[in-house]
């Protein structure tokens, strides 16, 4: 029977705090003394690993608190580090796409193994060179990727946002005037989000990207701490690489105006770090924070004079309009006819998001429900008198 090959490597820290071995069972059953040196002699002609790449993947059990931290792992020292793998793993039979799992620190945190260097080799040895594949920020990875293109108007934002990245691939360049922090500001659903986004995808490792109501701790210190630790990390990245961004999208919920803090205690703690962290001068250069908010009315003056520009996103005039539609459905595979000037006549006060959801995307379903055959401005046309109706109603309720 082909067995999996699991060597008595692994232990577990027992009632006097000392390592002992862990019982291995091979599905379902004990393994005995003899079965382990037989196994061993089964596989001492496996080869030996010179190099395995590995990638951080998380625990098997998602810890809720820790979410967005899952997979986010950190090495100061990789001669440490290499000590404390081959402790834990040398020894063990392993191939590609298999997990291998930390004992001591992270007890039961998996790593991948991407790949195993000579690609024939199995055996993890003394000699084997363990290497971790570097973290993309966690929050990045669920990002679909966008880019400037996918951008319509905004001008200014764009600018601002290609300035920045200049300023990562060359800070040289800047000296002291380079750019330090901006926000982003106006009507929900007009790109603000989305040109974030953007830059995220031109600049990769490089930005750390966090919602405002992330940054709020459970208990007290928590939220100081989390802003905090987002700093040193930003700090880690510019000695690596000399510059790093700081994202936090929708601000207001960590930076109210005094006047509301007392309302919400809890963020008072997280707005002071966060504006001794932006006061930080030396220590904090070439990092660069932009924040967005759709609610700048509530934030918080200090707070506010803090960003060198601020930065307004608008509802999108006539031809932007005709382009959103354009561009939007360009991305689905349904026919469509549409006089746009016509349609977009009527969309006056509409954001980018309205127009994607509440437009384009119903007349899409219904596409694909068989409701019609393809998309027509008579259609669009009912859609937004639909919208129209229910939003009348919706005030007729509150007047
Ligand atoms: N200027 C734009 N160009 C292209 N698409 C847009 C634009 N504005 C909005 N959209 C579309 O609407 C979606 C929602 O926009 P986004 O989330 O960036 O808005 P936001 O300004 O961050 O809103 P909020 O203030 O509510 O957070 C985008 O993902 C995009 O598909
Ligand atoms: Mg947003």
């Given at each position: ?24 069972t091979?599905?379902?059953e ?72 930390d004992?001591m ?9 991407i ?16 290497e971790?594949?570097p ?38 360049k ?22 974030a ?6 600049c990769?490792s490089q ?30 990245i ?15 919920a ?22 001794s ?19 700048i ?9 803090r ?23 360009s ?5 469509y ?14 954001s ?23 998309i ?24």
């Open positions: 029977m082909a067995k999996k090959k699991v060597l008595n490597r692994r232990v577990y820290l027992n009632s006097d705090n000392k390592l002992e071995p862990i019982e291995v091979i599905e379902g004990e393994l005995t003394e003899s079965d382990s040196e037989q196994e061993t002699d089964e596989t001492s002609q496996e080869s030996n690993i010179q190099k395995i790449l590995l990638k951080p993947v998380g625990y098997p059990i998602r810890l809720s608190e820790q979410a967005s931290a899952q997979s986010d792992l950190e090495i100061d020292d990789y001669n440490l580090f290499q000590a404390y793998a081959q402790d834990q793993w040398v020894g063990l039979i392993v191939a590609v796409d298999e997990y291998l799992f004992q620190i992270l007890p039961d945190f998996a790593f991948k193994i790949k195993i260097i000579p690609e024939s080799s199995r055996r993890v040895t003394v000699e084997t060179e363990f971790i594949v973290s993309v920020d966690s929050q990045l990875k669920s990002m679909e990727k966008v880019g400037f293109a996918d951008i319509i108007g905004n001008s200014r934002a764009i600018e601002k946002c290609k300035i920045i990245q200049e300023f990562m691939l060359h800070p040289e800047f000296g002291r005037w380079s750019p330090k922090n901006v926000l982003f500001f106006g009507f929900p659903g007009t790109g603000k989000t989305l040109t986004r953007a830059l995220a995808s031109e990769g930005i750390l990207v966090r919602k405002g109501t992330e940054l709020i701790g459970l208990h007290v210190g928590d939220g100081a701490n989390k802003i905090h630790t987002l700093f040193d990390k930003a700090r880690k510019v000695k690596k690489s000399g510059s790093a961004i700081i994202f936090i999208d929708e601000i207001d960590i930076g109210l105006s005094r006047s509301y803090q007392s309302v919400r205690g809890d963020v008072i703690e997280v707005s002071t770090a966060l504006l962290e932006m006061d930080g001068l030396s220590e904090n250069s070439g990092i660069i924070t932009i924040a967005a908010t759709n609610n009315d509530l934030l918080d003056p200090g707070l506010r004079s960003f060198e520009e601020e930065i307004d996103f608008e509802l999108p005039d006539n031809s932007e309009r005709v382009q959103m539609m354009q561009l939007f459905l991305q689905i595979d349904v026919p006819e549409i006089s746009y000037q016509e349609v977009s006549n009527h969309l006056d006060g509409w980018g998001r309205d127009i994607k959801e509440k437009l384009i995307k119903i007349a899409f379903h219904n596409v694909v429900l068989s409701k019609i055959e393809k027509t401005t008579h259609h669009l046309l009912e859609i937004i008198r639909n919208v129209r109706k229910k939003q009348d109603e919706g005030n007729a309720i509150f007047s």
